[in-house]
């Protein structure tokens, strides 16, 4: 069955320090790896996408890696911000036959503190 | 900046009764998704539409539920007799190709 696990669960930190969050997934065969943004009682924001061959894809302050070979992820956040305080989300789509299917992981709740 | 839109922000209905989730997607995207979020679990995929038909789906999507895009703009989703399982909170999102999706800011279905 696929699935996505991410930790931590949650974290909290200081306002300027960074972060790395981590994602682990048997979804298989593989598509992509997406990295979502949500605020409480949003929709997602899609931060980064990373095909197979994608080892690393930024956007700003946020970084996101992949290693495809132990199925891993993770999404660095550079001298957070107030505003970063939001649940991270990896979602891993499958692809087979030409149909394609996103798992969500339940996400990493990140609380920035001043 | 373009926005998926997604009304009402909030719908209550009796169990047993009929409601449809209307969501607008951005002009010139081509891929339309419905996701559902129960209160503090994650988000789970439900479909998926393209060519005016559905693409994927997943198990959670069955008889009870349906896609339609009446008309250039729309694309609802009709849950046909709702359960007290039903109450989640409701994302439409939309591509234009399989790249970033767009998602709106949900529709909260609360089934009493």
């Known amino acids: 069955k696929n699935q996505v696990e991410q930790s931590p669960q949650s974290l909290i930190i200081l306002e300027g320090k960074n972060c790395t969050l981590q994602?682990?997934?048997?979804?298989?065969?593989?598509?992509?790896l997406r990295w979502y943004k949500q605020d409480t009682g949003r929709g997602p924001v899609s931060l980064t996408i990373m095909t197979f061959s994608e080892n690393t894809k930024s956007n700003g302050r946020y970084t996101a890696t992949l290693d495809a070979d132990t199925k891993q992820s993770s999404l660095h956040i550079t001298a957070s911000q107030l505003s970063d305080s939001a649940s991270y989300i990896c979602v891993v789509t499958a692809a087979s036959g030409g149909s394609y299917i996103p798992t969500f992981g339940r996400g990493t709740s990140l609380i920035v503190h001043p | 900046e373009p926005e998926v839109t997604q009304t009402p922000s909030h719908q209550v209905t009796q169990m047993g009764q009929e409601v449809i989730l209307r969501c607008v997607p951005i002009s010139n995207h081509l891929y339309f998704y419905w996701y559902r979020q129960i209160l503090g679990q994650k988000v789970e995929f439900l479909v998926s539409?393209?060519?005016?038909?559905?693409?994927?789906k997943s198990e959670i999507f069955d008889d009870q539920f349906s896609v339609e895009r009446p008309d250039g703009s729309n694309f609802t989703l009709k849950i046909r007799s709702t359960k007290l399982e039903d109450s989640a909170m409701y994302f439409c999102a939309s591509t234009r190709t399989q790249d970033h999706a767009f998602f709106g800011q949900g529709t909260r279905l609360t089934v009493v």
């Open positions: 994602c682990n997934y048997t979804v298989s065969p593989f598509s992509n």
């Open positions: 539409f393209y060519n005016n038909e559905i693409s994927e």
